[in-house]
């Protein structure tokens, strides 16, 4: 097993409601005296009431091109990420120089070095750092990300791993596209970050009192991470991803996401459920990625969830939007802060482009 010791979000100070972004996103992308009937509809039925963006509003429209973009991305994400990292290290009692893996998940921009290299320099990381930064997995790489660090932490069980994200999607919005797919991302997606702490199993837990790293016992029990499980969907790379052109990512976003949820997503998670001995009436508490109103109600509708087992999903959706890889993290700090009863399972999944998912089961 491995063992999250802490998680921690960090957002961009901007922040707007859905009305003033939807103001913005028609001046920037419908064409002069258009109707916004269609614009107002989809951004009122994304549940969405606020969002964090990495610049103020009024600055978008002076982005020149993929190249000013990236520049902002690899600012914000080196301030963002180095908040997110330090803050959860803090809260699990380490410092920088106790982390030995770092891996860097983000689909919304590039950099060479690397963010967590950027970072690493920042906050003060040891110089045999191992480093994997990851692109191209984008919304599932939040629960991708988790489990992939433990599959590494069940190799090296006495180190410490970091798993960062950051995602300013703001910084992929088309100018001048009036596409349903570009309105439907502008009206859900949101820029933030979030950092993962996690030790493998050699390494026990403090009592709540470290003092600051010495000894490498991480404060608290922290949930455990029993299982992973990933699924490719056969014929469906065309349903979510990017095309990549002289003005940046422009967003592939299929209105047939919800159908392949529904189609596969039950047999996945039960299926994973049965082998461990489990159903999903086992489950105290689903960690669920925000995609978006109509995939929540797909995932609850095809698991038959009861009342109220998403709302922290929902709440997230809400208040922030949807952060892509990081959003899954939010919730998963979210669902922490309510104390699922300990010793019972927990389900974290997530869904992205591929079209794929990844579950991680979880004991609280």
């Given amino acids: 097993m491995s063992r999250i010791a802490a998680v921690r979000g960090a957002l961009p100070p901007y922040r707007y409601s859905q009305g003033e972004i939807a103001d913005a996103f028609a001046r920037m992308c419908l064409p002069e005296g258009a109707s916004r009937a269609l614009l107002d509809r989809l951004y009122a039925g994304a549940k969405v009431g606020h969002r964090h963006l990495s610049l103020p509003l009024d600055r978008y429209d002076k982005l020149d091109g993929l190249g000013a973009a990236n520049d902002v991305f690899i600012d914000t994400a080196v301030e963002l990420g180095a908040e997110a990292v330090c803050g959860a290290l803090?809260?699990?009692?380490?410092?920088?120089?106790?982390?030995?893996?770092?891996?860097?998940?983000?689909?919304?921009?590039?950099?060479?070095?690397?963010?967590?290299?950027?970072?690493?320099?920042?906050?003060?990381?040891?110089?045999?750092?191992?480093?994997?930064?990851?692109?191209?997995?984008?919304?599932?790489?939040?629960?991708?990300?988790?489990?992939?660090?433990?599959?590494?932490?069940?190799?090296?069980?006495?180190?410490?791993?970091?798993?960062?994200?950051?995602?300013?999607?703001?910084?992929?919005?088309?100018?001048?596209?009036?596409?349903?797919?570009?309105?439907?991302?502008?009206?859900?997606?949101?820029?933030?970050?979030?950092?993962?702490?996690?030790?493998?199993?050699?390494?026990?837990?403090?009592?709540?009192?470290?003092?600051?790293?010495?000894?490498?016992?991480?404060d608290g029990p922290g949930p455990a991470v029993l299982a992973t499980r990933s699924h490719l969907y056969p014929g469906s790379e065309g349903v979510m991803g990017w095309d990549v052109g002289d003005t940046g990512f422009r967003v592939v976003l299929d209105a047939s996401v919800p159908d392949v949820v529904r189609t596969y997503?039950?047999?996945?998670?039960?299926?994973?459920?049965?082998?461990?001995?489990?159903?999903?009436?086992?489950?105290?508490?689903?960690?669920?990625h925000p995609g978006g109103p109509k995939v929540l109600e797909a995932v609850s509708e095809t698991l038959r969830l009861p009342p109220g087992a998403l709302d922290v999903t929902w709440r997230s959706l809400a208040e922030v939007g949807n952060l892509s890889s990081s959003s899954v993290l939010h919730v998963l700090r979210d669902t922490l802060a309510l104390r699922p009863p300990p010793g019972t399972p927990g389900l974290l999944i997530a869904m992205g482009p591929g079209f794929c998912s990844e579950l991680v089961l979880l004991r609280w």
């Fill in 90 to 218: 803090e809260e699990a009692g380490l410092t920088p120089r106790d982390v030995d893996m770092i891996m860097f998940t983000s689909v919304t921009g590039i950099a060479a070095p690397s963010i967590e290299a950027r970072v690493a320099g920042r906050i003060g990381l040891r110089p045999d750092v191992k480093r994997v930064p990851v692109f191209g997995l984008g919304c599932v790489a939040g629960a991708a990300g988790i489990a992939r660090v433990h599959d590494y932490l069940r190799g090296w069980p006495e180190q410490v791993a970091v798993l960062l994200s950051v995602e300013l999607c703001s910084l992929t919005l088309q100018r001048e596209d009036s596409s349903v797919a570009n309105m439907v991302a502008g009206a859900l997606f949101g820029d933030g970050a979030a950092a993962v702490v996690m030790c493998g199993d050699g390494i026990p837990p403090g009592d709540g009192d470290s003092d600051g790293g010495d000894g490498r016992r991480p």
């Fill in 265 to 288: 997503l039950a047999e996945d998670v039960h299926g994973f459920l049965t082998d461990h001995g489990l159903t999903a009436g086992d489950v105290t508490a689903w960690v669920c």
